[in-house]
T-cell receptor, first 112, second 114 residues
Framework: DQQVKQNSPSLSVQEGRISILNCDYTNSMFDYFLWYKKYPAEGPTFLISISSIKDKNEDGRFTVFLNKSAKHLSLHIVPSQPGDSAVYFCAATSGGYQKVTFGTGTKLQVIP | DAGVIQSPRHEVTEMGQEVTLRCKPISGHNSLFWYRQTMMRGLELLIYFNNNVPIDDSGMPEDRFSAKMPNASFSTLKIQPSEPRDSAVYFC????????????FGDGTRLSIL
């Protein structure tokens, strides 16, 4: 039972345009959400996070939006750059505990 | 600063053999996690430790899998006997034991069981 779902396995975007990666979750107890980025042959690296008390968090070109009623979050990358080409994992946790549930990932390709 | 160090980076072995994956967490981190990545299921948490004590091993697929953390700077994940369906990339991650601290991942071990 996938509690964190990333329904788009891949996404292609032109350089300079916006990339939008989506994530849905089913567990209403989740209260903290994270995005990780993964390059080939490397481990995932933390990108940005958001607490359930917020609906938006921004860090440079990266913005995460949270819609609790829809149990949906999205990661926006503006403008997209070729170096952003990677697999992006959505993740969620609850109660501050360290156990994190990951989605299956979305492979982003930014075309120069 | 040294990150999470995993060894070996690649392991190819025959079915039935014992496999041992190793992990050195970041110094000062007292939570350690083992994950398995597959195409179908993404990143699955196998087990995690806090202060060297296993907290949740509900993700360990079966008795063939075992994990230990004898001290704060070393952990192992063992598969005995190994099977072809165990082929995957295994990641180790560590974090500080504070509220919502992100995990830091190693570069993984790509395991192939023939």
């Amino acid at each position: 039972d996938q509690q964190v779902k990333q329904n788009s396995p891949s996404l292609s975007v032109q350089e300079g345009r916006i990339s939008i990666l989506n994530c849905d979750y089913t567990n209403s107890m989740f209260d903290y959400f994270l995005w990780y980025k993964k390059y080939p042959a490397e481990g995932p690296t933390f990108l940005i996070s958001i607490s359930s008390i917020k609906d938006k968090n921004e860090d440079g070109r990266f913005t995460v939006f949270l819609n609790k009623s829809a149990k949906h979050l999205s990661l926006h990358i503006v403008p997209s750059q070729p170096g952003d080409s990677a697999v992006y994992f959505c993740a969620a946790t609850s109660g501050g505990y360290q156990k994190v549930t990951f989605g299956t990932g979305t492979k982003l390709q930014v075309i120069p | 600063d040294a990150g999470v160090i995993q060894s070996p980076r690649h392991e190819v072995t025959e079915m039935g053999q014992e496999v041992t994956l190793r992990c050195k967490p970041i110094s000062g981190h007292n939570s350690l996690f083992w994950y398995r990545q597959t195409m179908m299921r993404g990143l699955e948490l196998l087990i995690y430790f806090n202060n060297n004590v296993p907290i949740d091993d509900s993700g360990m697929p079966e008795d063939r899998f075992s994990a230990k953390m004898p001290n704060a700077s070393f952990s192992t994940l063992k598969i005995q006997p190994s099977e072809p369906r165990d082929s995957a990339v295994y990641f180790c991650a560590s974090s500080q034991d504070s509220f919502n601290q992100p995990q830091h991942f190693g570069d993984g071990t790509r395991l192939s069981i023939l």
